[in-house]
């Protein structure tokens, strides 16, 4: 089982950024699409980004469109969110996943893979 995990999370004024980071120890996953979702309190947990394997597309929510960018570096086994703008919507666990579909998922049934989270509070 692959295991996915997190970091970067934290408590950040309105306005302000962080950038989450998603590594897998001991397995690549180059190969995979990978994507981050999001689960606020008593909701479901939503798509936020996508990217392909190589990097070369990328696929965001509506609502976090322009704010946020998801990248990856193959060689050091990583995939980031960097979050600017935030906003207290933006409240949530954020989750990293991946793929072994060829295409960039954007729904939880396309990835197989998922960290335990890390919690991302934004105050007004």
């Known amino acids: 089982q692959v295991q996915l995990v997190e970091s970067g999370g934290g408590l950040v004024q309105a306005g302000g950024s962080l950038r989450l980071s998603c590594t897998a120890p001991?397995?690549?996953?180059?190969?995979?699409?990978m994507g981050w979702f999001r689960q606020a309190p008593g909701k479901e947990r939503e798509f936020v980004a996508g990217i392909s394997w190589s990097g070369s597309n990328t696929y965001y929510a509506n609502s976090v469109k322009g704010r946020f960018t998801i990248s990856r570096d193959n060689a050091k086994n990583t995939v980031y969110l960097q979050m600017n703008s935030l906003k207290p919507e933006d409240t949530a666990v954020y989750y990293c996943?991946?793929?072994?579909?060829?295409?960039?998922?954007?729904?939880?049934?396309?990835?197989?893979?998922w960290g335990q989270g890390t919690q991302v509070t934004v105050s007004s």
């Open positions: 001991g397995r690549t996953f180059s190969n995979s699409a």
């Open positions: 996943a991946a793929s072994s579909l060829g295409y960039i998922g954007r729904t939880r049934p396309e990835y197989d893979y």
